[in-house]
């Protein structure tokens, strides 16, 4: 089935750094939803975003709807170790199913 | 107020054989998903659940694969036979908004691998 862009596959960052993450398609969504997922857990809902253009913040993060609609972003100020896991984007056109990306694994360098 | 449970956690079987997953949905969740999930991507819907209606089962193999959700509760997902392709983490969610549901909570999905 299909699956969105993530960029970067990876990341190795140090304690404090600013993270930033995108995910793209090749399709409009008018939903655009931040998951992030532990090891051995089910994703957990971080952001959610309704609107084009629309920037949403929670704690530390910060995502944006994409004006092309086709894509979104995701920031992580001063990160934390408890921020390490994988990211997954999920975009979602009216009441269709969610179409999740590939997951940009964080991993943070003590 | 308690998650989305699914059992077992792990599940090792060699192909050819048969093997049951079981989710019961946050209470008062009316919306009820299966995922899978293969090593390195995203969760991709396999059927979703209206109360006890499959309203979108496209992405379901239906020669191998089957599911049921009685009495709209918990559900239970069939694969018959297996086979080398079916190991992934096979994911369960439930939402109470309805069709879509962008609230969607995930329970700790169960990991089958097919020898």
């Known amino acids: 089935g299909q699956q969105l862009n993530q960029s970067p596959q990876s990341m190795f960052i140090q304690e404090g750094e600013d993270v930033s993450m995108n995910c793209t398609s090749s399709?409009?969504?008018?939903?655009w939803l931040w998951y992030k997922q532990e090891p051995g857990e089910g994703p957990v809902l971080l952001i959610a975003?309704?609107?084009?253009?629309e920037l949403t913040s929670n704690g530390r993060l910060t995502a944006q709807f994409g004006i092309t609609r086709k894509d979104s972003f995701l920031n992580i100020s001063a990160s934390i170790p408890s921020d390490v896991g994988i990211y997954f984007c999920a975009g979602q056109l009216g009441l269709e199913k969610l179409t999740f990306g590939t997951g940009t694994r964080l991993t943070i360098i003590p | 107020e308690a998650g989305v449970v699914q059992s077992p956690r792990y599940k090792i079987i060699e192909k050819k054989q048969p093997v049951a997953f079981w989710c019961n949905p946050i209470?008062?969740?009316?919306?009820l998903y299966w995922y899978r999930q293969n090593l390195g991507q995203g969760p991709e819907l396999l059927i979703r659940?209206?109360?006890?209606?499959?309203?979108?089962d496209s992405q379901l193999p239906k020669d191998r694969f089957s599911a049921e959700r009685l009495k709209g509760v918990d559900s239970t997902l069939k694969i018959q036979p297996a086979e080398l392709g079916d190991s992934a983490v096979y994911l369960c969610?439930?939402?109470?908004?309805?069709?879509?549901?962008?609230?969607?909570?995930f329970g700790p999905g169960t990991r089958l691998t097919v020898l």
């Open positions: 399709s409009i969504f008018n939903t």
């Open positions: 969610a439930s939402s109470s908004g309805g069709t879509g549901g962008i609230e969607q909570f």
């Open positions: 975003l309704y609107k084009a253009g």
């Open positions: 209470s008062g969740h009316n919306t």
């Open positions: 659940y209206e109360n006890e209606e499959a309203v979108d």
